[in-house]
């Protein structure tokens, strides 16, 4: 693998918290390289430090020791060359799907009809095309996702951090905005890190997967996926996956 | 998830003295600093010190004020103490009635629909101005001024256990329903308890109001108290008395709504586990 | 949305009924204890009627409201340009927190009233000792519920903000501040309550016109229908404001719908 | 975010300020006094344009009762004004304030009241030395006395229960102000009301009866008529100019009764917003000895007048433990505030009109 193909990377990182009742280890020299592009699952237990992880790539967090190197260079902070999409879509409830959607550019001092312009084919991208007026709390679960999706697509980040974004759905939602999201994904292309504790989400969305023990976290196993997405839940190769991955998985637990 | 107050999991669990100094340090030193630009306010002649007497001296009365009567009448203990049974007496009060009345008036709808126009009509009348209906009604004694007190922290209590019982799941309602529990027993095993968060919050705002009314309560015929004592010290025309007055009813209220929070926190953290 | 309307009519039929059990409850204890210890509806109607269309102390009731309300708003306006800032400062920076809130909840448990000889003191005894007391009042609001809302913004909004590079500057005024407007909007209204409360210990200062000084003639002249007329001026205008409030927030907060 | 707490700081000083520097002009002089007889002379100077063909200019601003007025002192928010003897001695004490004359002697409209049925009415004149007060000291033991205490009021009390061979401790004094005692007493809450005008005006108006007074109990209670230390020394002329107009008031309320009780009644309905039946405002004149320019002179300087009446006030505040030893000597050393030469130059002003 060659370094310049590498988009972002974690290199030996440790992340530990102190409470009442002693110091935690979270995360224990966790290296990881993601290429330019490519669609990276790290699939773990829950309370294994993925969201630490991630908080850490996304420079929310700084880690106790190692470091993130994006594009070659220290990452100390949060920037709008890394999307991030909460699990609990973190949107700013006092503005309307559009005015989140532009969010990120309004930060950077867009003029206002550039920056609807960009939302507004977002807002189309996902589905949401109608909707610009409404504020979160008028939307379902799947569309508030959604909403959170298009306002990271529409900041133009190099990469997406995406922190269990499906969690929170219910099983059908969950497999629509699955399916959505790979054909967002096919259709714009970004380096994507995605975190989830559910093997076939894993296996439906990843050009990887990243199999994290319990705590301490650290990488147990890597899985190439190969097969052409999108991939069918009732194939053979996909069941076998699963059921590889599961294993493993249940060592882990 | 815990990246939100990262900074509060980050505190060493070092010695209990230690963690407590570094908890408040800074409180203490500013403290300090509030009392360093006081006195220098009044000592550099920014202020008449007629206007403003310097901390020291206030200082000097109000630990003097500890075991000397005069010129108000009595010490600083008998003042503090007079003020916290009057406090107490009408917060008490307060509970006893607002609480139950509140949880009515969210559970029981005829009762809302009843009590809630008089309760928004009375709410905007400020407690001094019942003055005199209290003495009519009630004489001089504490009852009196008690009622004063009631009357200011009877409203937390009342719309915070209104809210809180309002606030009731009603899946547990329904489910309270299925197993056959009639209204009242639903009433009393489901929405009650559930509202018990919010009445806490409605009982510390109670105790604040309680507290900040005191002085108007004593405005009717008190000999002894902290309102009582600010009064005297205007009759003697003794600002440093008006002072230590006040500055002891800071400390106490804020030394009050500090151990109602540890409660809390407390009785919230064994409900957890 | 019929059945909206019957429930409201029906509110507003038990609102009627409740003030009728009322009135009705309290001439028979008027009746009771007689006139002279608590004067029967009939007589507070005929004292205001008398006092509505009259002079005390040289100037009508309406301008007596109208220099009540003068002092209360000014108070009110003043409480919110000071408290807001001040809340938000010590929600939003770690050290002025910690340097302000000790000294902050020292002087909140103190009432406006026992601030009656300081404000004399420092201001003499103008409009300014009236208005800073009501401002007492108000400011302390004004700062609790803009300290409470910026302390309790969801922090994964921050986070978020900052994921698009947002600078701390943008972070408060883009993300803090108007997360924490349904907050300072609660403040906004219950500041209002308290600065109008607060009218009465301030016209205690020394006032020859306003409602407070309408309360306090009846207290020194031992004129109880006067008093109770005066209280009832005051707590319709004090419903009359939070209801002009309540009103004015719908309209500028819209997305507060959610939290009713 | 620095800015906004600056703003903040900014605008608190202000507002801080804004009060603290209060301008004042040259020749205005700032006249304080309370809604009572004694305030009425500078607000009818003002109402009636007495000062139109002189040079001073008169501002008057009305105090609800004696602490603030003396706060106000403080603050430097007035340069004369007429207030009663416990506030007038905490000026002097506290803020040097020169006492300059006797605005009225108010003894008798300090008094004590009783319900028509009291057994304190059945005996009169038990000490033949105080012949007007009712009630035989078993009367009076264990009696509950609504009173304001630290006023003249309660002086008046501690006089009368002297000359029945009583102190405090044989009685229950409760602390009440004097709208609330009227309130209180009129539901049937304590045995005995200790009063002061305009309220015992509603005292006699519900029928109650006057057992003792201050004037009846040898208290004399003499109502002060100040001026701030400050001002006295720049603008003695200021202060003797207004003292004319004061005395000229006084002297035609001792003549003119009828005519005053037109603008006395004006004063407390039209300014003070005080409705007073007429009964009052005669009684106002009746019960409150006023001193001509003379009389007052004799009274400032006899060694037995207001410097003798001003010490039996502060010594019962001394017995009482409200104010120190500290306390007594400076007033003993300042002669109570005493300052006779202001009334000297109106008496030689006029005399040299004449």
Same mark, same amino acid.
């Given at each position: 693998?060659?370094?310049?193909?590498?988009?972002?990377?974690?290199?030996?990182?440790?992340?530990?918290?102190?409470?009442?009742?002693?110091?935690?280890?979270? +995360?224990?020299?966790?290296?990881?390289?993601?290429?330019?592009?490519?669609?990276?699952?790290?699939?773990?237990?829950?309370?294994?430090?993925?969201?630490?992880?991630?908080?850490?790539?996304?420079?929310?967090?700084?880690?106790?020791?190692?470091?993130?190197? +994006?594009?070659?260079?220290?990452?100390?902070?949060?920037?709008?060359?890394?999307?991030?999409?909460?699990?609990?879509?973190?949107?700013?409830?006092?503005?309307?799907?559009?005015?989140?959607?532009?969010?990120?550019?309004?930060?950077?001092?867009?003029?206002?009809?550039?920056?609807?312009?960009?939302?507004?084919?977002?807002?189309?991208?996902?589905?949401?095309?109608?909707?610009?007026?409404?504020?979160?709390?008028?939307?379902?679960?799947?569309?508030?996702?959604?909403?959170?999706?298009?306002?990271?697509?529409?900041?133009?980040?190099?990469?997406?951090?995406?922190?269990?974004?499906?969690?929170?759905?219910?099983?059908?939602?969950?497999?629509?905005?699955?399916?959505?999201?790979?054909?967002?994904?096919?259709?714009?292309?970004?380096?994507?890190?995605?975190?989830?504790?559910?093997?076939?989400?894993?296996?439906?969305?990843?050009?990887?997967?990243?199999?994290?023990?319990?705590?301490?976290?650290?990488?147990?196993?890597?899985?190439?996926?190969?097969?052409?997405?999108?991939?069918?839940?009732?194939?053979?190769?996909?069941?076998?996956?699963?059921?590889?991955?599961?294993?493993?998985?249940?060592?882990?637990? | 998830?815990?990246?939100?107050?990262?900074?509060?999991?980050?505190? &060493?669990?070092?010695?209990?003295?230690?963690?407590?100094?570094?908890?408040?340090?800074?409180?203490?030193?500013?403290?300090?600093?509030?009392?360093?630009?006081?006195?220098?306010?009044?000592?550099?002649?920014?202020?008449?010190?007629?206007?403003?007497? &310097?901390?020291? $001296?206030?200082?000097?009365?109000?630990?003097?004020?500890?075991?000397?009567?005069?010129?108000?009448?009595?010490?600083?203990?008998?003042?503090?103490?007079?003020?916290?049974?009057?406090?107490?007496?009408?917060?008490?009060?307060?509970?006893?009635?607002?609480?139950?009345?509140?949880?009515?008036?969210?559970?029981?709808?005829?009762?809302?629909?009843?009590?809630? !126009?008089?309760?928004?009509?009375?709410? !905007?009348?400020?407690?001094?101005?019942?003055?005199?209906?209290?003495?009519?009604?009630?004489?001089?004694?504490? $009852?009196?001024?008690?009622?004063?007190?009631?009357?200011?922290?009877?409203?937390?209590?009342?719309?915070?256990?209104?809210?809180?019982?309002?606030?009731?799941?009603?899946?547990?309602?329904?489910?309270?329903?299925?197993?056959?529990?009639?209204?009242?027993?639903?009433?009393?095993?489901?929405?009650? !308890?559930?509202?018990? &968060?919010?009445?806490?919050?409605?009982?510390?705002?109670?105790?604040?109001?309680?507290?900040?009314?005191?002085?108007?309560?004593?405005?009717?015929?008190?000999?002894?108290?902290?309102?009582?004592?600010?009064?005297?010290?205007?009759?003697?025309?003794?600002?440093?008395?008006?002072?230590?007055?006040?500055?002891?009813?800071?400390?106490?209220?804020?030394?009050?709504?500090?151990?109602?929070?540890?409660?809390?926190?407390?009785?919230?953290?064994?409900?957890?586990? | 949305?019929?059945?909206?309307?019957?429930?409201?009519?029906?509110?507003?039929?038990?609102?009627?009924?409740?003030?009728?059990?009322?009135?009705?409850?309290?001439?028979?204890?008027?009746?009771?204890?007689?006139?002279?210890?608590?004067?029967?509806?009939? @007589?507070?109607?005929?004292?205001? %009627?008398?006092?509505?269309?009259? %002079?005390?102390?040289?100037?009508?009731?309406?301008?007596?409201?109208?220099?009540?309300?003068?002092?209360?708003?000014?108070?009110?306006? #003043?409480?919110?340009?000071?408290?807001?800032?001040?809340?938000?400062?010590?929600?939003?920076?770690?050290?002025?927190?910690?340097?302000?809130?000790?000294?902050?909840?020292?002087?909140?448990?103190?009432?406006?009233?026992?601030?009656?000889?300081?404000?004399?003191?420092? #201001?003499?005894?103008?409009?300014?000792?009236?208005?800073?007391?009501?401002?007492?009042?108000?400011?302390?609001?004004?700062?609790?519920?803009?300290?409470?809302?910026?302390?309790?913004?969801?922090?994964?909004?921050? @986070?978020?903000?900052?994921?698009?590079?947002?600078?701390?500057?943008?972070? #408060?005024?883009?993300?803090?501040?108007?997360?924490? #407007?349904?907050?300072?909007?609660?403040?906004?209204?219950?500041?209002?309550?308290?600065?109008?409360?607060?009218?009465?210990?301030?016209?205690?200062?020394?006032?020859?016109?306003?409602?407070?000084?309408?309360?306090? %003639?009846?207290? @020194?002249?031992?004129?109880?229908?006067?008093?109770?007329?005066?209280?009832?001026?005051?707590?319709?205008?004090?419903?009359?404001?939070?209801?002009?409030?309540?009103?004015?927030?719908?309209?500028?907060?819209?997305?507060?719908?959610?939290? %009713? | 975010?620095?800015?906004?707490?600056?703003?903040?700081?900014?605008?608190?000083?202000?507002?801080?300020?804004?009060?603290?520097?209060?301008?004042?002009?040259?020749?205005?002089?700032?006249?304080?006094?309370?809604?009572?007889?004694?305030?009425?002379?500078?607000?009818?100077?003002?109402?009636?344009?007495?000062?139109?063909?002189?040079?001073?200019?008169?501002?008057?601003?009305?105090?609800?009762?004696?602490?603030?007025?003396?706060?106000?002192?403080?603050?430097?928010?007035?340069?004369?004004?007429?207030?009663?003897?416990?506030?007038?001695?905490?000026?002097?004490?506290?803020?040097?304030?020169?006492?300059?004359?006797?605005?009225?002697?108010?003894?008798?409209?300090?008094?004590?009241?009783?319900?028509?049925?009291?057994?304190?009415?059945?005996?009169?004149?038990?000490?033949?030395?105080?012949?007007?007060?009712?009630?035989?000291?078993?009367?009076?033991?264990?009696?509950?006395?609504?009173?304001?205490?630290?006023?003249?009021?309660?002086?008046?009390?501690?006089?009368?229960?002297?000359?029945?061979?009583?102190?405090?401790?044989?009685?229950?004094?409760?602390?009440?102000?004097?709208?609330?005692?009227?309130?209180?007493?009129?539901?049937?809450?304590?045995?005995?009301?200790?009063?002061?005008?305009?309220?015992?005006?509603?005292?006699?108006?519900?029928?109650?009866?006057?057992?003792?007074?201050?004037?009846?109990?040898?208290?004399?209670?003499?109502?002060?008529?100040?001026?701030?230390?400050?001002?006295?020394?720049?603008?003695?002329?200021?202060?003797?100019?207004?003292?004319?107009?004061?005395?000229?008031?006084?002297?035609?309320?001792?003549?003119?009764?009828?005519?005053?009780?037109?603008?006395?009644?004006?004063?407390?309905?039209?300014?003070?917003?005080?409705?007073?039946?007429?009964?009052?405002?005669?009684?106002?004149?009746?019960?409150?000895?006023?001193?001509?320019?003379?009389?007052?002179?004799?009274?400032?300087?006899?060694?037995?007048?207001?410097?003798?009446?001003?010490?039996?006030?502060?010594?019962?505040?001394?017995?009482?433990?409200?104010?120190?030893?500290?306390?007594?000597?400076?007033?003993?050393?300042?002669?109570?505030?005493?300052?006779?030469?202001?009334?000297?130059?109106?008496?030689?002003?006029?005399?040299?009109?004449?």
């Amino acid at each position: 693998m060659s370094t310049s193909n590498v988009k972002i990377a974690a290199k030996g990182i440790s992340k530990s918290f102190t409470t009442e009742n002693g110091t935690i280890q979270v +995360l224990d020299n966790v290296s990881l390289e993601v290429k330019t592009n490519e669609f990276l699952v790290i699939l773990g237990p829950g309370q294994c430090g993925k969201t630490i992880l991630l908080n850490c790539l996304a420079g929310i967090l700084p880690p106790d020791s190692g470091e993130v190197i +994006l594009n070659g260079k220290k990452v100390t902070e949060p920037g709008p060359d890394r999307g991030v999409v909460f699990q609990q879509y973190a949107l700013f409830p006092w503005k309307t799907v559009r005015d989140n959607v532009a969010f990120g550019l309004a930060i950077r001092h867009m003029p206002v009809k550039e920056r609807y312009e960009i939302a507004q084919k977002y807002i189309d991208l996902v589905g949401l095309t109608g909707f610009e007026k409404s504020y979160p709390h008028q939307l379902s679960g799947g569309m508030k996702q959604r909403v959170s999706i298009a306002r990271s697509y529409a900041n133009n980040p190099e990469v997406l951090l995406m922190d269990e974004p499906f969690s929170a759905l219910d099983a059908q939602t969950r497999y629509s905005m699955e399916k959505e999201l790979l054909s967002i994904w096919e259709q714009e292309k970004r380096t994507v890190v995605f975190i989830t504790n559910n093997v076939e989400e894993a296996i439906y969305l990843g050009d990887r997967i990243v199999l994290m023990t319990k705590l301490p976290g650290t990488i147990k196993m890597e899985f190439p996926l190969t097969s052409p997405k999108p991939r069918n839940y009732t194939d053979a190769s996909f069941l076998e996956m699963r059921l590889a991955i599961s294993e493993e998985t249940e060592l882990a637990l | 998830m815990s990246t939100a107050h990262a900074s509060a999991l980050e505190a &060493p669990a070092t010695s209990r003295v230690k963690g407590y100094w570094k908890e408040y340090n800074s409180s203490v030193f500013s403290l300090l600093v509030f009392l360093l630009i006081w006195e220098l306010v009044c000592r550099l002649g920014f202020i008449s010190r007629f206007q403003l007497v &310097p901390p020291s $001296e206030v200082i000097v009365v109000m630990i003097e004020k500890f075991w000397t009567a005069p010129p108000d009448g009595a010490t600083l203990f008998t003042h503090i103490a007079a003020s916290m049974t009057l406090a107490l007496v009408g917060f008490c009060a307060a509970v006893v009635v607002g609480v139950p009345l509140g949880l009515l008036m969210g559970w029981y709808k005829p009762v809302m629909v009843l009590v809630r !126009p008089l309760f928004d009509a009375v709410r !905007p009348i400020p407690p001094i101005a019942w003055i005199p209906l209290a003495i009519l009604w009630l004489g001089i004694g504490i $009852e009196a001024k008690a009622f004063i007190i009631w009357l200011a922290a009877f409203v937390p209590c009342v719309i915070n256990s209104y809210i809180g019982i309002k606030l009731t799941n009603p899946v547990l309602i329904r489910v309270a329903r299925i197993y056959g529990a009639s209204n009242w027993e639903t009433f009393i095993k489901i929405g009650v !308890p559930s509202a018990v &968060p919010m009445i806490f919050t409605g009982l510390k705002l109670s105790l604040n109001a309680a507290w900040t009314t005191l002085v108007a309560a004593e405005l009717l015929a008190a000999s002894e108290g902290l309102g009582y004592m600010i009064q005297m010290g205007r009759r003697l025309a003794r600002p440093d008395i008006i002072i230590v007055g006040m500055l002891t009813i800071g400390f106490t209220g804020a030394l009050m709504s500090y151990v109602l929070t540890k409660i809390e926190s407390r009785i919230a953290s064994s409900r957890r586990l | 949305m019929a059945n909206a309307a019957a429930a409201n009519l029906k509110e507003k039929i038990g609102a009627v009924f409740s003030f009728v059990i009322f009135l009705a409850l309290w001439q028979v204890a008027s009746m009771a204890v007689g006139s002279e210890a608590l004067p029967s509806p009939a @007589d507070v109607v005929a004292k205001a %009627q008398e006092m509505y269309t009259s %002079q005390i102390g040289g100037k009508s009731m309406w301008m007596h409201i109208y220099y009540s309300l003068r002092r209360v708003v000014g108070a009110y306006l #003043l409480a919110a340009v000071t408290g807001i800032p001040l809340g938000i400062a010590m929600g939003w920076n770690v050290k002025f927190r910690k340097i302000a809130n000790p000294i902050f909840e020292l002087l909140r448990p103190i009432p406006p009233i026992a601030w009656i000889p300081i404000a004399i003191l420092w #201001l003499g005894i103008g409009e300014g000792p009236k208005i800073f007391i009501c401002y007492v009042g108000a400011f302390v609001i004004f700062v609790m519920n803009t300290y409470t809302g910026m302390r309790y913004t969801d922090h994964l909004l921050i @986070d978020a903000a900052r994921t698009f590079g947002a600078t701390r500057r943008q972070q #408060l005024f883009n993300v803090a501040i108007p997360a924490s #407007l349904p907050s300072i909007f609660a403040g906004v209204q219950n500041a209002m309550s308290m600065a109008w409360m607060c009218v009465l210990a301030a016209e205690l200062v020394g006032a020859r016109e306003g409602v407070g000084f309408i309360i306090i %003639q009846g207290m @020194d002249l031992n004129n109880s229908p006067m008093i109770i007329v005066g209280m009832i001026t005051i707590g319709l205008i004090g419903l009359f404001l939070a209801v002009s409030l309540r009103y004015l927030e719908k309209l500028l907060c819209p997305w507060r719908r959610e939290l %009713q | 975010m620095h800015h906004l707490s600056r703003i903040t700081f900014i605008v608190l000083a202000l507002v801080l300020t804004m009060g603290i520097c209060s301008a004042q002009a040259k020749d205005e002089i700032r006249v304080s006094g309370q809604p009572c007889l004694h305030g009425l002379p500078t607000w009818w100077a003002i109402e009636d344009g007495w000062t139109k063909d002189k040079n001073i200019d008169l501002t008057y601003t009305l105090f609800p009762s004696g602490a603030p007025q003396v706060e106000a002192l403080a603050a430097d928010q007035w340069d004369v004004g007429a207030m009663g003897t416990v506030p007038t001695m905490m000026a002097i004490l506290r803020y040097g304030a020169k006492l300059i004359a006797i605005s009225n002697d108010e003894s008798e409209t300090n008094d004590l009241w009783v319900r028509p049925d009291s057994p304190i009415l059945k005996t009169k004149g038990f000490n033949p030395k105080y012949p007007e007060i009712y009630g035989k000291p078993e009367d009076w033991k264990g009696k509950k006395i609504l009173v304001t205490t630290v006023s003249t009021v309660h002086y008046a009390l501690d006089a009368t229960l002297k000359a029945l061979g009583l102190t405090e401790k044989d009685v229950e004094v409760v602390n009440i102000e004097q709208g609330q005692a009227v309130t209180a007493f009129a539901s049937s809450q304590g045995d005995v009301v200790c009063l002061w005008a305009p309220f015992s005006y509603t005292a006699e108006s519900k029928g109650w009866k006057k057992v003792s007074s201050g004037a009846r109990s040898g208290a004399m209670i003499p109502g002060g008529v100040v001026v701030r230390k400050d001002f006295a020394e720049k603008h003695p002329d200021l202060v003797v100019e207004w003292l004319d107009l004061y005395m000229t008031a006084l002297d035609r309320m001792r003549t003119d009764k009828a005519g005053s009780g037109v603008w006395l009644n004006k004063y407390f309905a039209g300014y003070c917003g005080l409705q007073l039946p007429e009964s009052a405002i005669k009684s106002e004149f009746e019960l409150r000895p006023i001193f001509s320019v003379e009389q007052q002179v004799k009274a400032l300087t006899a060694p037995d007048e207001a410097s003798a009446w001003m010490k039996g006030v502060a010594d019962f505040f001394a017995g009482q433990g409200r104010i120190t030893k500290a306390d007594m000597a400076d007033l003993e050393k300042s002669n109570f505030g005493i300052d006779a030469s202001f009334m000297k130059k109106v008496q030689e002003k006029r005399a040299a009109k004449k």
